[in-house]
């Protein structure tokens, strides 16, 4: 009995090792199986989210995309070609754009501009049939034009004591020295100030931003009447040297299109004389639903409302749980933003949409006023390049879904690991650049009109950068200081600087490479969209599942005897036929008995077990050698270190490598100097008292080079190799 007892014994603390080994084996199996259900978890929420995105992404580009058409394009065209390139004369063949003086407006007004405005007639001289004026017979002329001008008073510029002779000076515009008394006649908005409306609206000219008050005079509804009223004001001298700025404002409507055309032209006389003529065209469509497709653009806007008001309250939960921690992340900046710019967006919407309507009922009530469309054009223009910028916006918050993505993340990582370096080196850069921005504007702003101020001294830079500069100007305005400036300018900002920006990415994306190679592969969306896929596939019988999950499933539950019928039903219903089940089978059942038992069960998974993880090998050192195919395996890591440690340690041995054949670099080179020294020592005298009058430095006599090798090492200890080369005496080779 007790040589019995101590048999059981190790039989016992066998069994007792063996259940610990099971019980870690499916500890383990259940972490990782947590792992996996998590991982998957997320990236299902992932691409909920990213689809939910991608319905907003497509929603918002319908409606971007139908605001703008091409016939925009060509409708202002054809406005911008009749009304900026007719001559002025049969005789003069000069346009609007090279208007010189105040008699070419004049001569502008009566002949180009009221033929363009007026077109009564066919092409035959017969008249119209309607009296209103069709423009190219198809763009109907809304109420009638408006002519307007700003004034500044006399003497609003500061005299010299020795020009005091002069008594009229007229400085340049600016909304404290507008002239606001009347003039001329005194009778009519023509020659009586008139405040700016109730909305304030300035323009942005070349030289300075006018107000929307001043002197102005509504055209008459036919060609004969707005002559006459053109030519009263001519008579009248209403341009004088006191006018800065004449706006001659008019709308037309195509309804082929289903487009406004808002025109302003602009024609500026600045304090130094002459003529500076710009332009506004606005084709916009302010009318919006009048067809099936806009009615279709409005479930959209519909449905794009829905999604920023969600998009909001989600915004405001976040930042109400997270305070200000919330603005740290730089794509929830951009949400924000996002957000900001679609609510502002839908407010204009609904603004423009009642003001238009308001404005077409008085304009229809009274058809001979002048109707201000500019302030909607102008704002339609504004809220299309707010549309515009969303869509951008949209566009990059795609990175924010897919930076999980290796291949995704490489931009992103890049930018944000060489951002130091990129800030630092942009400081140098831009000092160097602004630097020769204003030596630019000093030399050639007076002659040179790409440097006549100091912003078109910086895009003219960026030009030059680019390839894009006219030499000949340059060398013109200054034979000696232009070609020194355009010279330094392109070695050290092109060459140099910008080479320089260009090497800072490359080193770090490289730098990004090698990590990402280094790094252990983890599971990706594409692995979990590819295991999507084959689980629907074998769901619908279109593809078989893999062999050793089919057999483990269909044992599980049983007490792992299966008999071949069972067997055949479960392999059948994982879309294996009869031969294929029936072969399997008979290659375990080894007692053709009809029936797996549990050691045969064990042999088949076993088996198919280790063709399955032959297979993995096989499959990863085939993609290895694909991917890495100029690279040198690594070796395997070790059963007790993590294959993402194990790399990351060989990736430091590597660099620890590099490090010690620098060091036996350095090594080598004090042994040559050592070998150096003792041959100097051989071939002089021996002088016993040379070391009696050492100085009480560290440093050898100036020319006694007899001491000995240990006496030379101690002196390593003390001092520096490089200042022990420096000393003077025979040099070493």
């Known amino acids: 009995m007790h040589s019995l007892g101590k048999d059981d014994k190790p039989s016992r603390n066998k069994k007792r090792q063996a259940l610990k080994k099971s019980s870690c084996e499916s500890t383990e199996k259940t972490i990782q199986a947590h792992k996996s259900s998590s991982r998957d978890l997320r990236i299902k929420t992932t691409l909920q989210d990213l689809l939910i995105y991608i319905i907003f992404l497509i929603d918002i580009c319908i409606l971007t995309f139908g605001q703008i058409s091409t ?19 049969e005789k003069d063949k000069s346009n609007y754009k090279s208007l010189g003086s105040m008699e070419d407006i004049w001569t502008y007004f009566e002949g180009p501009l009221l033929d363009g405005l007026y077109w009564d007639s066919w092409y035959n001289k017969k008249s119209l ?9 198809e763009n109907v002329l809304l109420g009638v034009p408006r002519i307007r001008q700003v004034k500044v008073v006399n003497k609003s510029c500061p005299l010299h004591s020795s020009f005091v002779s002069i008594t009229q000076c007229f400085d340049s515009y600016l909304s404290e020295e507008e002239d606001k008394s009347p003039f ?23 030289i300075a931003t006018y107000s929307s008050g001043g002197f102005y005079m509504d055209l ?26 004449v706006f001659v404002d008019f709308s037309v409507y195509n309804a082929n299109l289903n487009l406004f055309c808002v025109v302003r032209l602009v024609a500026e006389t600045p304090a130094t004389g002459g003529v500076l003529t710009s332009w506004e065209f606005y084709s916009v469509k302010l009318l919006r639903y009048i067809s099936k497709y806009d009615y279709f653009l409005a479930s959209c806007e519909v449905l794009f409302i829905l999604f920023i008001f969600a998009f909001f309250i989600q915004e405001c939960i976040d930042i109400y749980k997270t305070k200000w921690n919330y603005f740290k992340n730089g794509w929830n900046c951009i949400d924000v933003l996002l957000v900001v710019l679609s609510l502002m967006a839908i407010f204009f919407n609904v603004y423009r949409t009642v003001n238009v309507e308001s404005l077409l009922y008085r304009l229809l009530k009274n058809p001979h006023k002048y109707p201000n469309f500019h302030f909607l054009a102008f704002w339609q223009t504004q809220y299309n390049n707010m549309i515009a910028v969303n869509v951008f916006i949209s566009w990059v918050k795609v990175f924010k879904y897919i930076s999980f993505n290796r291949t995704m993340s490489t931009l992103s990582s890049t930018l944000s690991h060489c951002a130091k370096d990129i800030i630092g080196f942009a400081v140098m850069f831009f000092i160097v650049f602004f630097a020769y921005a204003q030596l630019g504007y000093l030399l050639f702003g007076c002659q040179v009109d790409s440097f006549s101020s100091f912003k078109n001294c910086i895009f003219t830079q960026f030009l030059v950068i680019l390839g894009e500069i006219n030499f000949n100007e340059l060398e013109q305005a200054n034979r000696i200081l232009g070609p020194i400036y355009f010279t330094t300018f392109v070695f050290f900002v092109f060459f140099v600087l910008l080479n320089m920006f260009l090497a800072i990415i490359n080193d770090t994306y490289a730098e990004i490479k090698c990590d990402q190679s280094l790094q252990m592969t983890e599971y990706e969306m594409s692995d979990f969209i590819k295991k999507t896929c084959n689980t629907a596939l074998v769901k619908l019988r279109l593809k078989k599942e893999q062999l050793v999950d089919n057999i483990t499933e269909s044992i599980r539950g049983t007490e792992g005897i299966i008999s071949v019928k069972q067997f055949q039903v479960e392999m059948l219903k994982k879309g294996y036929t009869e031969e294929e089940t029936k072969e399997v089978f008979m290659k375990y059942d080894v007692n053709r008995d009809r029936k797996l038992s549990k050691k045969e069960v064990d042999t088949m998974t076993s088996e198919l077990e280790k063709q399955e993880y032959d297979l993995a090998q096989q499959h990863s050192a085939l993609k290895k050698d694909t991917t890495h195919g100029e690279e040198e395996d ?14 990351r340690m060989v990736k430091h041995v590597f660099q620890l490598e590099e490090r010690i054949d620098d060091i036996t670099f350095m090594n080598n080179k004090l042994l040559i100097q050592l070998n150096s020294l003792e041959s100097i020592t051989s071939t002089e005298s021996r002088e016993k008292d040379d070391w009696d009058f050492l100085p009480p430095t560290p440093y050898p006599p100036p020319h006694k080079h007899s001491y000995t090798k240990s006496k030379f090492r101690q002196l390593l200890k003390s001092s520096n190799v490089n200042e022990l080369e420096e000393e003077e005496g025979p040099k070493l080779e």
């Open 634 to 647: 690594l070796p395997s890591p070790p059963e007790f270190v993590s294959k993402q440690d194990y790399q």
């Open 71 to 89: 016939d925009m394009y060509y409708h202002t065209k054809v406005m911008s070609k009749l009304f900026l390139e007719s001559s002025l004369s």
């Open 129 to 137: 049939p309607t009296n209103e004026s069709h423009i190219y017979y």
């Open 220 to 245: 008459g509804s036919t060609k004969s009447k707005s002559a006459k009223l053109i030519k009263n004001l001519k008579d009248n001298l209403w341009l004088s040297r006191a006018t800065r700025a």
């Open 184 to 206: 001329g006649p005194k009778n009519g908005t023509a020659w009586e100030y008139m405040a700016p409306r109730s909305i304030p609206e300035s323009h942005w000219g070349m």
